[in-house]
């Protein structure tokens, strides 16, 4: 028998599934929002409807968005000539949250992998290759994960570009600031060494 109720129990397992979030953590989340459902569950719950109903792909990046252009698309000011292909949304919301970069994006929806049986023809690959000609980009910057799919994409994203003449340029890897050498593993302390750099 359920303790709170079969409908209290369902949102409590619905919740469970999000990542980071167990069963714990999403019971005390479901009694914080039950506590409160007048206020921030009723709101939560009008949010979520109106992201569930208009949320969609940009047409042009992929990044997540409530029309069929995102902001950083529309932006003029963004049109710098550069790209930044990243695997995924996530990626995306992470290098904006730095502000370190200006340009425009393109998110892939994935990486390469055999074991997956992801292709290219299952990647946003043929769109980046038409926004090069379209929008006039100089530079395509692979923010791409350090692991075997992200730099086998990056590879084939880089091959598959030359005929363009486009700059391809990829992330730094190495030392994290404030990283302490015996901490880090022998994947990072290499490539930071084959990334070094006159001072």
Sequence with gaps: MAAA??????????????????PRSARRIVLHLI???????????????????????CLVCGNVTGSDICPICEDPDR??????????????????????????????GGS???LDEVGPEDLRIPQLIARIA??????????????????????YIAEALA????AVTGLAQ??????????LDDGTITAALRARRKL
């Design 174 to 183: 190495g030392v994290p600031i404030g990283g302490e050498l015996d901490y």
């Design 163 to 166: 005929p363009t003449g486009v």
């Design 112 to 114: 390469l992998s055999a």
């Design 134 to 155: 379209e929008e006039g980009i100089t530079e395509v910057i692979l923010a791409l994960s350090a692991t075997v799919e992200g730099q086998t994409t990056a590879h």
């Design 35 to 57: 506590r409160r459902r007048t206020g921030q569950m009723a709101q939560l719950a009008g949010l979520m409807a109106n992201v569930a109903e208009h949320a969609r792909e």
């Design 5 to 22: 109720g079969d409908e209290i129990e369902t949102l409590i397992a619905t919740m469970a599934r999000l990542p980071g979030l167990g």
């Design 79 to 108: 049109a710098t000539g550069e790209i930044c292909v990243v695997t995924d949304v996530a990626d995306l919301w992470a290098l904006e949250r730095g502000r370190a970069f200006h340009g425009r994006y393109h998110v892939l």
